[in-house]
């Protein structure tokens, strides 16, 4: 790694390791997506989980949930969970949530529109199109890899803003594809086999484009600052702690 990330960095070359648990692994597991579904998301070069390192054979942590931790180390974003911090964390990943509670914020919402499918105790019933919260509530808002299952997105970009502080940050990590001109979706795509073949999980709605992804957001008001993962992180880094070396990180500031 390029930056201080912390205790979970070794300099043994000749194994996988989870930054989450500590664990040193042979390999990282799969997600559990057809090779239909892969394929589709290599023709579109969608830039988003790493499908096929997926888990840790240990925790279970995600891919995307470890590359947030490094994320965080490279950023001194673990600095702003203090107990001054206001957060919402939206369908909360187990092992990220563990290590925020870790650092006792005077406020921490997880949140998910069905809450009763959750790992995790805690959690309340939260539509990101409507919530219940006051304006400028949040210094922090961690929505990671949500908004290509919402299919009202827009009102979810603007609901996300509307309860987000002034100068808070939103992190808004989303798979898109850089070939697309336009975002494809299609209303008419409902059942699971369908969306998987389309849009390569059976729980999306839809392929973002990289332009449409970027102009939504700003649209609706908020200043995009997107940290390369390349500034922090290297191919090899990528490939021994499990993440996506392609997948940036997208700051949404207010």
Not at 93 to 108: F, G, T
Request: with cysteine.
């Amino acid at each position: 790694m390029r930056k201080n990330t912390g205790n979970a960095l070794t300099n043994n070359k000749n194994i996988h390791i989870c930054a989450l648990c500590g664990s040193d692994v042979n390999c990282f597991l799969p997600y559990a997506i057809s090779e239909k579904a892969i394929a589709l998301g290599e023709r579109y070069h969608i830039i988003g989980s790493d499908v096929r390192n997926f888990s840790c054979p240990k925790c279970y942590s995600t891919d995307r949930e470890r590359h947030l931790f490094f994320y965080f180390n490279a950023l001194n974003i673990w600095d702003s969970i203090n107990d001054q911090a206001n957060i919402l964390h939206i369908a909360p990943e187990r092992l990220l949530s563990a290590l925020i509670l870790d650092r006792k914020p005077a406020n921490y919402i997880m949140g998910d529109l069905f809450p009763e499918n959750s790992p995790i105790k805690g959690v309340m019933k939260v539509d990101i199109t409507k919530t219940l919260f006051n304006d400028n509530s949040f210094d922090i808002i961690i929505a990671n890899h949500i908004l290509e299952h919402v299919p009202d997105d827009v009102s979810a970009m603007r609901e996300i803003y509307r309860i987000l502080k002034k100068d808070g940050i939103a992190i808004l990590q989303t798979p898109y594809s850089p070939k697309l001109d336009e975002t494809y979706e299609d209303d008419s795509i409902v059942s699971d086999i369908d969306r998987e073949e389309h849009f390569g999980q059976n729980d999306h709605v839809r392929i973002y484009s990289e332009r449409d992804l970027f102009n939504k957001l700003t649209a609706v008001g908020f200043i995009l600052d997107i940290h390369k993962s390349s500034e922090f992180f290297t191919k090899a880094d990528a490939r021994k702690y499990g993440f996506n070396h392609e997948e940036d990180l997208i700051l949404c500031l207010k």
